[in-house]
C-alpha cells in the first residue's frame, strides 16, 4: 500500500504505510527479542511499537484483537502477535509473528535450563536482567495511560475499567470471566441505552479514525467458511499430535515424552487467566504426581522465566528440560533434555496459532456487526482494567523484594512489604520514566541505559 495522504493524518503521527513481509519480520524479532515484563510489558511494547511508531494497526483495531485474545488459553500477548501478524501479512505474517514472539525467549530458556541442570546456579541472571525491569516498568505506565486515555469514553467506561480492576485485584476473579460480564453487560445495555456506549470522536481523534481506515485497507481477511475451518483444524491438530505420535514410537509409550507432551498439551487448552492461574498446578504435578523436579527448583524456574523474554508459561519449556533430562531414555541427558524442551514448547504454543487462525476471521466479521459495538466497547474499557492490574503486580514485585496479599475474607489485593523496598530500583524506574517520557530516549534507549546502570550497581553492591 502506498502511503496515506498526510491530510489524513493527526499531525503528531507518521504517515500510515503497510510493511513488507520482511519488515515486519525484522520488527517481530525486534519484539521477541525485547519482551520482557510479563503480558502487561509484551502488549505495551506491541502497543508502542506497532500503533504509535510503526503505524502498521489502529488503536482501534489493536484493541479489538486484544479483546479477543484476553479470552483465549493460552499466552495472550503472544496470540495478539499472532493476530496482528495474520492482519497485515496473512497466515504466514501470523506464524512468523508468533513465533519470532516465542524463539528468543524459547533459546534463553533453553540455554539457561542446561546451565541450571549443569551448575544449580544462576545468581548471576537477576543482576543481568535487574535494570531491564526497571525500564520495562516505565514502558508499562506509559501504555496504560495512553490506552485508558484513548479507550475509556465517558464515565461508564471509567466505571467499567474500575470495575474490571477490582474484581481482579481485590477478588481474584479470573479476567476471562471479567471480560465476558462486560460483553454481556455493553451487548445489553447498548440496546437500552446506545448512546452511553458508542464511540464518539472529534479533533485529532477523527484523523486518527481516518488513518485507522486507510491501514485496514491493506489488511488480509479470509472468509470463515466451514471449509477454511475444517483445514486450520485438521493442520494444526495434525501438527500438534504428530511429535507425540513419532517420540512414542522411537522410545517407546512408557518414556517420559509421551507423558510429558500429553500434560503440557492439557495445560495448553486451560491455561484461562494467563500463566499464574495455572503454574500452582503445574509445580504440583511436577514436584509431587512426576518427581520431574524439586519445589525449590520450580521456583527457580519461575525466576528465570520472569526475567528473560518472551512469554512467562515458558517456565514449562524449564520444566520439561529438567523432566527429560533426568529420565532420557537411551540418549545422552543433554539430548533428553532438549527433546523435552521443544516437544513441551511444541504442544504448548501450537494451539495457540489454531485459536487464531480458526477464530480471527470470525472475530474480524464482528467487526461489522452494529448490534456487538456496545460489547466490543464495554469489553475494552474492562481490558483496560485488566492490564492496570497486571501493570501494578508487575510494579510491586519490580520495586518490591517482599509483596504479600492483605486477608480480609474474600478480599485479598497484593499488597507490599513496605520496608521490603529497593531504593536502586525505585531510582532505576524513575530513571526510566525519565529518559522515556522526557528525554525522549525512546524505547530501545531507555532499556540499554538501565539495564547498563542496573547491571553495573548489582554488582557493586
Request: with cysteine; hydrophobic share 55%.
Amino acid at each position: 500500500m502506498n502511503a496515506a495522504d498526510e491530510r489524513g493524518t493527526a499531525p503528531h503521527r507518521k504517515t500510515a504505510q503497510h510493511p513488507t513481509l520482511s519488515e515486519a519480520t525484522r520488527v517481530w524479532a525486534k519484539i521477541g527479542l525485547l519482551s520482557f515484563g510479563g503480558p502487561a510489558g509484551q502488549i505495551a511494547l506491541m502497543h508502542k511499537v506497532l500503533v504509535e511508531e510503526k503505524r502498521w494497526i489502529g488503536e482501534a483495531r489493536f484493541l479489538h484483537a486484544l479483546n479477543y485474545c484476553m479470552l483465549l488459553p493460552g499466552p495472550e500477548a503472544q496470540q495478539l502477535a499472532t493476530y496482528v501478524g495474520w492482519l497485515l501479512h496473512g497466515t504466514r505474517g501470523g506464524i512468523i509473528a508468533g513465533t519470532l514472539f516465542v524463539l528468543p525467549g524459547f533459546f534463553v530458556i533453553l540455554t539457561l535450563s542446561t546451565l541450571y541442570a549443569s551448575f544449580q546456579n544462576t545468581s548471576w541472571l537477576g543482576n543481568l536482567f535487574f535494570g531491564l525491569k526497571a525500564a520495562v516498568l516505565a514502558i508499562v505506565i506509559e501504555a496504560v495511560v495512553r490506552l485508558g486515555r484513548r479507550a475509556l469514553k465517558g464515565r461508564l467506561m471509567v466505571a467499567l475499567a474500575a470495575a474490571a480492576f477490582i474484581a481482579i485485584y481485590a477478588f481474584h476473579i479470573p479476567f476471562p470471566l471479567i471480560v465476558l460480564t462486560a460483553a454481556v453487560i455493553g451487548y445489553v445495555g447498548s440496546r437500552i441505552r446506545p448512546d452511553l456506549f458508542l464511540t464518539r470522536t472529534t479533533g485529532n481523534e477523527d484523523a486518527e479514525t481516518a488513518v485507522d481506515a486507510l491501514l485496514n485497507s491493506g489488511f488480509r481477511r479470509a472468509e470463515p467458511t466451514l471449509l477454511r475451518s475444517v483445514k486450520v483444524l485438521a493442520t494444526c491438530c495434525g501438527l500438534w499430535v504428530a511429535p507425540i505420535l513419532i517420540l512414542g514410537v522411537l522410545f517407546g509409550w512408557s518414556s517420559v515424552y509421551p507423558t510429558v507432551a500429553v500434560f503440557f498439551s492439557k495445560m495448553a487448552v486451560v491455561t484461562f487467566g494467563g500463566a499464574y492461574a495455572v503454574l500452582a498446578y503445574v509445580a504440583q504435578e511436577a514436584v509431587e504426581t512426576y518427581g520431574w523436579l524439586k519445589p525449590s527448583e520450580m521456583l527457580d524456574g519461575l525466576a528465570l522465566a520472569e526475567t528473560t523474554p518472551g512469554p512467562l508459561i515458558l517456565v514449562l519449556t524449564y520444566v520439561g528440560f529438567l523432566a527429560a533430562f533426568r529420565d532420557p531414555g537411551g540418549v545422552s541427558a543433554l539430548t533428553g533434555g532438549i527433546i523435552g524442551a521443544t516437544l513441551t514448547t511444541w504442544v504448548t504454543f501450537v494451539p495457540c496459532f489454531l485459536w487464531i487462525f480458526l477464530g480471527a476471521p470470525y472475530v474480524e466479521r464482528l467487526r461489522s456487526n452494529v448490534a456487538l459495538s456496545g460489547a466490543l466497547a464495554a469489553v475494552t474499557a474492562a481490558v483496560v482494567g485488566v492490564i492496570l492490574n497486571l501493570a501494578l503486580w508487575f510494579g510491586l514485585h519490580v520495586l518490591f523484594r517482599d509483596v504479600t496479599e492483605l486477608d480480609f475474607g474474600p478480599v485479598a489485593p497484593a499488597w507490599p512489604v513496605w520496608s521490603s523496598v529497593d531504593p536502586l530500583a525505585l531510582v532505576l524506574a524513575l530513571l526510566a520514566v525519565l529518559a522515556l517520557l522526557r528525554l525522549n530516549l525512546g524505547m530501545v534507549g531507555t532499556l540499554a541505559l538501565c539495564a547498563a546502570l542496573g547491571f553495573a550497581a548489582q554488582m557493586l553492591r
